[in-house]
């Protein structure tokens, strides 16, 4: 999660971002109604102007664009999070992510043909989600309530849900999958404004105390 509100303007503005990170103080109602207005208008147009870098933006400026895909995890996290936008969103909308990511391969791939080797190319594009529940959110919460510990993505969710408010307990153990990398950890510490440390590789804590009581998990 990246929550630098610093960046240089996008889709959202400093002042947008600050509001969604909650660093933004707002004493009348209407200005908060005014900031969410804003932000989804720029949204709705971001993701119009999408329409414009697909056919007019140079290959070579879309190189230079991705090329960070291959360095840059912070770039990877934020293509998956728009991707996730767009699904989420959608469904919650009843409209099949099929129908705008078939026809959105379907066009790419026909088009990197041509460009890469003046082809023409025939696609097929198979897009299937199967979902099992394994955790409602009111378990993970009664888990973190009891000190057991949950895996970062099950906290995520809850953050989603109910942003900082998971800082209400002193601290939260973190059962880690076998990653080599755990930017995204320290990237979710950061936005709930904890200090984490690591106990092993499979064990992280979050800790909003300052003190050393950690060590003793």
Partial sequence: MNVDANRDRGILSRADRTYLLGEAEMSHEQSKRNAEARIRRRVVDGILDFDLLVHYLERTDRKQVFERATTDEAFVDGLTA??????IGLREQGVDFEQVLVPAVESAEEVY?????STKVSVDVTFEVETTVESTLEGIQSRLADGEPVTPRELFSLVVEHGRDVAVHDRIRLRLADETS?????????????DVRYANDSLAVLHWDGDDETRNT
């Fill in 82 to 87: 728009m991707l996730a936008f767009a699904y």
């Fill in 113 to 117: 043909a041509v460009d890469q080797s």
């Fill in 182 to 194: 755990h930017d995204h950890v320290d990237r979710l510490a950061a936005y709930l404004e904890a």
